[in-house]
């Protein structure tokens, strides 16, 4: 059964539902609820699969992450949540900040997931990678000129870079790693760099800024991979290339989505047994191909479209890093003109 969400009705039924046996403790054994920052398409297949294998029903309620992490807080110790799923570590990261998550003590959460793409203090996991790398119009550059996200503040990229808002979470963190990898005052100088290199205002979102590099309005942006991935599958025609930013440096800037256990799940056992599931092999496929994302499972290989795009050198800063100096990043890119 599923639930499509931002109605408080969805909510009141739910809660409704979740009865307490005449002993007094909560129901619940055979049934979860996710509240999921990820839409319906990407989440039902997989729930519909653990379902069939495991007999637990899951109820789900989609909203987007802020609202989600309001809402845990709100209903408090009432909240018919076991598990969050959300896009982006900066978002994560602010769900365990703001006290709505639980530690999970897992050996098999830690052996799916490498070590940087989950919580160090245990609240949260990530199960598919998204890399934020660069695109280049292939007939206005040729992939020898590019670098990295630093050179992208060369002058010699003057009125030829596109990026998306700094509005956006992918951005903040973006530029919340390049503070943790190169210090804030180098970050500053990078961001600024880009602002006067724009060739054009920031972008909504990450679809409009990769046409804008294929109709040749700039040289060069910055996305995610699958909203390249989704383009191409579109328009395969278009001139766009992908280029695996900082290979000679840190590496290209990767980030997750992922989930951790409400801190008051009813059923936080069987929370931990579903999220257990998700990070492995068994649903890494169905978790990150449906978005052409990234398994975070090493010994799960992505999608053969995704494949396609060859392997790179991740940054290896821990993805919470992103929470950690988000802040400090908003603050940055406001100081440096990026809007
Ligand atoms: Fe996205």
């Not at 920031?202 to 910055?222: H, K, N, S």
């Not at 390249?228 to 025609?237: C, I, N, S, V, Y």
């Not at 290989?301 to 392997?311: L, R």
């Not at 991740?314 to 100081?335: C, F, H, I, K, W």
Request: aromatic share 8%; proline share 6%; hydrophobic share 45%.
């Amino acid at each position: 059964m599923s639930l499509t969400s931002r109605s408080a009705l969805a909510v009141a039924a739910l809660l409704a539902t979740l009865t307490l046996s005449p002993s007094g403790e909560a129901i619940a054994a055979d049934r979860l609820v996710v509240y999921s920052a990820r839409i319906e398409a990407l989440i039902k297949p997989m729930f519909e699969a653990y379902s069939k294998e495991t007999g637990v029903e899951i109820q789900y309620v989609t909203d987007k992450e802020g609202a989600l992490v309001e809402r845990l807080k709100a209903e408090g110790a009432n909240t018919p949540a076991d598990l969050l799923i959300t896009t982006d570590a900066g978002n994560l990261w602010q769900a365990a900040q703001e006290g709505v998550l639980r530690t999970i003590d897992s050996p098999a959460l830690e052996k799916a997931v490498p070590a940087q793409l989950r919580d160090p203090g245990k609240q949260w996991f990530g199960l598919s990678i998204r890399a934020r790398t660069l695109f280049y119009n292939t007939r206005m550059v040729k992939p020898a000129q590019l670098s990295s996200y630093e050179d992208l503040a060369d002058p010699k990229w003057r009125g030829k870079l596109c990026l998306r808002s700094s509005k956006k979470v992918y951005n903040q963190s973006l530029v919340a790693m390049l503070i943790s990898e190169h210090g804030e005052a180098r970050a500053e100088q990078i961001v600024r760099g880009w602002v006067v290199n724009l060739a054009t205002e920031p972008f909504p979102d990450d679809t409009r800024m990769l046409e804008a590099v294929a109709a040749g309005q700039c040289a060069v942006g910055i996305a995610n991979t699958y909203y390249f991935g989704r383009l191409m599958e579109k328009k395969p025609d278009l001139p766009l290339g992908i280029f695996w930013a900082d290979q000679g440096g840190d590496g290209v800037h990767v980030n997750v989505s992922g989930a951790g256990v409400t801190r008051y799940a009813k059923n936080p056992a069987q929370a931990q047994k579903l999220l257990e599931w998700l990070a492995s092999p068994k649903a890494q496929n169905l978790f990150a191909d449906a978005n052409l994302e990234f398994p975070v499972n090493p010994a799960v290989p992505p999608d053969a479209a995704v494949k396609a795009w060859g392997t790179f050198k991740a940054s290896p800063l821990n993805v919470a890093e992103a929470g950690r100096l988000q802040a400090t990043a908003v603050r940055l890119m406001d100081r440096a003109g990026y809007r």
